[in-house]
């Protein structure tokens, strides 16, 4: 237990850095980057908490992690304390302690960054998760009496995983239902393991079960079983949809069609879900990355996922392909960093025009243009405009498309009543997340188009709110 220090001397201690793998050696192997704090280095990032009366950080916090109190059971050595306060209000520390975009919530809202750099709460977070995983004490809140009404939770996301954990603790009888083999959604498919080791993820939905949700796989709403099916035949008085935005966006280029063309959904999903990296155990290999040209087009955290992937697979060059300039680029900048690191090569203002293939019907190349910065477009960012003449042919041998994702339209498609706006997202109320279709409530990328973990789980925490008072009140 580490006496707090006065603020000025607080102050004066600088944030505490992340050990983490060397990026020579991590480029070649899918293990976490990312080592983790100790105790000592723990306890010296927590003295630079200045207690704040009114903690800007948990208003930054989409879920509304309790920061303060937490950050004071590490001060005192009680992490377990820690790890349960933290629970309160999120299903998954370990999770969001290593791909919560910090920076732009909690640690954004740190008083600390006015002047100094925040406060390194995701790292205290996945610290205190970590020991508890460790020690095998896991501290999951108590759950209310059963109230004898079921939810049905579609889709094991993020957005899915946070409402059912608040939902199970009211009392009600939860399912969750998973169309593929692993519960978890992005966090299993999209988020690699060298950032999100898929056994953290386990970890998590196992104290899930352990506090009374129940989990279905291979289960395809809208296919193997309807929403009336649901909700009129299997008795679930209310549904909550968080089926994602998975559906892949493409180009439109010609020669898209390629062999050694992905979308970053069916890239990634091979690599981390069906472990393509293992040739010879995978019952699904992806097209061969070992001493071969890859290029990734786009510029977010989805890109840098899979163009280091790319990497570890034994790429002889991987390139992000970005239309724009790194100053506009969405991925976070520690992704970048890494990226950099390890010897990703960025061809920033770059676009592609035409992808080329051979008689076999195989990519061997990309037609790229040099493009320039001209005023801002409706996102804020700088419209990226070609450059006359600067086309070239690049060779390549694979290409990830990473320009974002679509809304998944089964479930729309095949439930009457439930109205979704001109892009297929569901439309729900931003409090509410109501639907259109009385019982059902919606949220996530599947209202919000794509965003971040976090995100998700606070509007799964928003529709269990308002679930409950629905099955309470029996008011629509």
């Known amino acids: 237990m580490a006496d707090r220090l006065p603020p000025k001397e607080r102050m004066k201690i600088p944030r505490q850095s992340m050990p983490e793998q060397d990026a020579e050696q991590r480029a070649c192997n899918f293990e976490e980057v990312n080592l983790g704090l100790d105790s000592a280095i723990a306890e010296k990032e927590a003295q630079r908490c200045l207690t704040c009366a009114d903690p800007k950080c948990s208003h930054g916090c989409p879920v509304g992690v309790q920061v303060r109190e937490f950050v004071d059971f590490v001060l005192e050595g009680e992490y377990l304390k820690a790890a349960a306060k933290i629970r309160e209000d999120n299903v998954l520390p370990a999770v969001t302690g290593r791909v919560c975009p910090q920076e732009n919530q909690c640690e954004g809202a740190c008083v600390l960054s006015k002047r100094f750099t925040s406060l390194a709460i995701g790292h205290l977070e996945r610290f205190v998760a970590d020991y508890e995983r460790a020690t095998g004490q896991v501290g999951l809140p108590q759950r209310a009496p059963a109230t004898g009404k079921k939810v049905a939770i579609v889709g094991s996301g993020p957005a899915g995983l946070s409402c ?182 960025f061809l920033n203002l770059h676009n592609p025009v035409e992808f080329l293939g051979n008689d076999e019907g195989y990519l061997t190349g990309v037609k790229l243009q040099k493009m320039e910065l001209a005023e801002p477009d409706d996102s804020g960012r700088r419209r990226p405009v070609p450059v006359e003449g600067s086309e070239f042919v690049m060779p390549l041998d694979v290409a990830v498309i990473a320009i974002g994702t679509g809304a998944n339209p089964l479930v729309q498609s095949t439930t009457p009543g439930l109205n979704t706006n001109k892009w297929g997202y569901i439309i729900a109320d931003e409090e509410s997340m109501r639907t259109t279709r009385e019982g059902v409530f919606a949220g996530g990328d599947i209202v919000s188009g794509a965003a971040t973990v976090i995100l998700a789980m606070g509007a799964g925490r928003k529709a269990a709110k308002s679930i409950h008072e629905y099955l309470t009140t029996g008011e629509w």
């Open 164 to 345: 059912a954990g608040d939902l199970v603790l009211k009392g009600h009888d939860v399912t969750v239902m998973e169309a593929l083999h692993e519960i978890g959604g992005v966090l299993v498919y999209g988020i690699p393991e060298f950032r999100l080791p898929k056994d953290i993820v386990k970890g998590e939905v196992e104290n899930m079960r352990k506090m009374g949700v129940k989990f279905e796989t291979n289960v395809v709403v809208g296919k193997t079983v309807t929403m009336d099916q649901l909700q009129n035949e299997e008795g679930f008085d209310a549904v909550f949809v968080a089926t994602g935005a998975g559906l892949p966006k493409f180009m439109n280029l010609p020669g898209e069609h390629l062999g050694g063309v992905y979308s970053a959904n069916e890239f990634l999903t091979r690599v981390n879900l069906m472990k393509a990296y293992d040739r010879e155990h995978s019952d699904s290999p992806i097209y061969e990355c070992r001493d071969r040209n890859v290029a990734v087009m786009g510029g977010g955290n989805t890109a840098m996922d899979a163009v280091r992937s790319a990497l570890r697979l034994g790429a002889k060059n991987a390139y992000i392909v970005y239309r724009r300039s790194e100053e506009e680029m969405p991925a976070r900048a520690e992704e970048v960093h890494h990226a950099k690191d390890e010897g990703v090569q």
